[in-house]
Structures are given as structure tokens and as C-alpha cells.
């Protein structure tokens, strides 16, 4: 059907144009922007590290949740830039990626960085689509 109504249509073969075939609206206009979602974890079940250490004590698993005010997964803008905390280290530097996994830096300042939002277990971006004309 989907397939019958983007030759009805005379539209390219896209999976944008595919879900507008199948809402019902085959021509309407297509948005300027794409959105991307990913769900990330809230906390890491690992309570203790598997080695016992002499004299039976467990050494933990856990790394600090708040670093320098900023948390795994929190929003940041990074030289104007919006982008998430996908690694933190002691000494404030954030590893920062973009949902697609695009790394920013690998090492960036917590000097440097701003918050925009709060993690949560949904993280969100929104980007612009750049459209380019057909060469004639």
C-alpha cells in the first residue's frame, strides 16, 4: 500500500515519505527538522567490584554521581554547541558526545561547559535538516 501511494504520488523512496504515505498525507510538507531520542540508564546495579579484597571487604563499583555539578547524561553547551555527558572523570573533565555518537571532546573542562538540562532517562536533540537543490 505504502509502496502503490508513493508511485500514486510520483515521491521518492525515502523513510520520511514512507511515513507520510502511511499517516494519510502523502504531500504534506516535510519538516526542516529531525528529532532523535535515546534511552540511557539511571544507575549502575553494580554495587561491588567482583575481586574481594584481603580480609574480605568488597571494594565498591560506584563513581561519584555529581562531579563538579554535572552528572552522566546532563545537557551542556560546550563552545556554543549542545551536546551530553557521556563520561566523567575526577578531576572535571567530561567526555561529551552527541546521541549519534559523534565525540565533541574527550577530555573537555568543566570550566568550559554550561548546563542546559538535567539528565533524564530520555534524552532528546533536535537538529535542522540542510536541504541541498538537485544539480541541473
Same mark, same amino acid.
Given at each position: 500500500?505504502?509502496?502503490? $501511494?508513493? !508511485?500514486?504520488?510520483?515521491?521518492? *523512496?525515502? /523513510?520520511?515519505? #514512507?511515513?507520510?504515505? !502511511?499517516?494519510? /498525507?502523502? $504531500?504534506? &510538507? +516535510?519538516?526542516?527538522?529531525?528529532? %532523535?531520542?535515546?534511552?540511557?540508564?539511571?544507575?549502575?546495579?553494580?554495587?561491588? *567490584? @567482583? $575481586?574481594?579484597? *584481603?580480609?574480605?571487604?568488597?571494594?565498591?563499583?560506584?563513581?561519584?554521581?555529581?562531579?563538579?555539578? =554535572? %552528572?552522566? =547524561? #546532563?545537557?551542556?553547551?560546550?563552545?556554543?554547541? +549542545?551536546? =551530553?555527558?557521556?563520561?566523567?572523570? &575526577? $578531576?572535571?573533565?567530561? #567526555?561529551?558526545?552527541?546521541? #549519534?555518537?559523534?565525540?565533541?571532546?574527550?577530555?573537555?573542562?568543566?570550566? &568550559?561547559?554550561?548546563?542546559?538540562?538535567?539528565? @533524564?532517562?530520555?534524552? =532528546?536533540?533536535?537538529?535542522?535538516?540542510?536541504? !541541498?537543490? +538537485?544539480?541541473?
Amino acid at each position: 500500500m505504502t509502496k502503490n $501511494t508513493r !508511485i500514486e504520488h510520483s515521491l521518492e *523512496k525515502s /523513510h520520511a515519505v #514512507d511515513a507520510r504515505c !502511511i499517516s494519510g /498525507h502523502p $504531500t504534506a &510538507k +516535510p519538516s526542516e527538522a529531525t528529532y %532523535q531520542y535515546k534511552q540511557v540508564r539511571k544507575n549502575n546495579r553494580q554495587l561491588h *567490584k @567482583t $575481586t574481594i579484597l *584481603k580480609g574480605g571487604i568488597r571494594k565498591a563499583n560506584k563513581a561519584e554521581r555529581f562531579v563538579k555539578g =554535572f %552528572q552522566l =547524561f #546532563d545537557k551542556v553547551l560546550c563552545e556554543g554547541q +549542545p551536546c =551530553f555527558i557521556f563520561g566523567r572523570r &575526577k $578531576t572535571g573533565s567530561f #567526555d561529551l558526545r552527541l546521541l #549519534d555518537g559523534t565525540v565533541i571532546s574527550r577530555g573537555k573542562s568543566y570550566k &568550559k561547559l554550561a548546563l542546559k538540562e538535567k539528565a @533524564t532517562s530520555w534524552l =532528546f536533540e533536535r537538529s535542522e535538516t540542510v536541504h !541541498i537543490p +538537485p544539480h541541473k
